[in-house]
């Protein structure tokens, strides 16, 4: 089974504050994705990444950068975190076409 | 503009029952829908998925209905038990689309009182 681990699992910053979340797979999944997750929204795609290097716009980009490093890491960065970026942050891999294996999740409180 | 709607927001019924989460789309070139299971404090899972060429997928207690023709589907979960308290999120993907990309509905909170 797929593993997808992220940290920090929990995250307190302030406004301006500069943030970066992790995620890891390793089972080698060609895509990887960010998504944030709020009430009454479900998961909305923030980046997503067909391999190292590659990078693509999901569909709330606004406010966030991300970098694929490897087969296994994709970073998500908050370079001036706002109050509206409170939510909780999900990763998750999938081989191509398939199946999207979600981590467990990174809480981000900006106040 | 929501691509894919869930309904109801929030359900609740008694151990045994059947529950049904309803799930609609607009987006005619969709043709793969998974259905996600989160529980509090973990990330969804895949419970179980359909492809638009069939109008019915069962594994267990869980059955997907499609119709097409409407751009609906649901989720019956028989014989509930407590343990299927959870959020369940519709998803859909269009043909062609190799990315993987997933549209997700805002999810159905579901409560199985015993």
């Known amino acids: 089974e797929a593993a997808v681990t992220q940290s920090p699992r929990n995250k307190v910053t302030v406004t301006g504050g500069n943030v970066t979340l992790s995620c890891r797979q390793t089972?080698?999944?060609?895509?990887m994705y960010w998504y944030r997750q709020d009430t009454g929204h479900g998961l909305r795609l923030i980046h997503y990444?067909?391999?190292?290097?590659?990078?693509q716009i999901g569909d709330v980009p606004d406010g966030y950068k991300a970098t694929r490093t490897t087969q296994e890491d994709f970073f998500l960065l908050l370079e001036l975190a706002s109050p509206s970026q409170t939510s909780l942050y999900f990763c998750?891999?999938?081989?191509?076409?398939?199946?999207?294996?979600f981590g467990p999740g990174t809480r981000l409180t900006v106040l | 503009q929501q691509q894919v709607r869930q309904s109801p927001q929030s359900l609740t019924v008694w151990e045994g029952e059947t529950a049904i989460l309803n799930c609609s789309y607009e987006d005619s070139t969709f043709n793969y829908f998974p259905w996600y299971q989160q529980f509090p404090g973990e990330g969804p899972a895949l419970l179980i998925s359909i492809r638009s060429v069939s109008d019915k997928k069962e594994d267990g207690r869980f059955t997907i209905f499609f119709n097409k023709r409407e751009k609906k589907l649901s989720l019956h979960i028989t014989d509930s038990q407590p343990g299927d308290s959870a959020t369940y999120f519709c998803?859909?993907?269009?043909?062609?689309?190799?990315?993987?990309?997933?549209?997700f509905g805002h999810g159905t909170i579901l409560r199985v009182h015993p």
């Open positions: 089972n080698s999944h060609n895509y």
């Open positions: 990444s067909y391999g190292a290097g590659n990078l």
């Open positions: 998750a891999s999938s081989p191509r076409r398939a199946e999207q294996f």
């Open positions: 998803a859909a993907r269009p043909t062609g689309a190799n990315t993987g990309k997933l549209t």
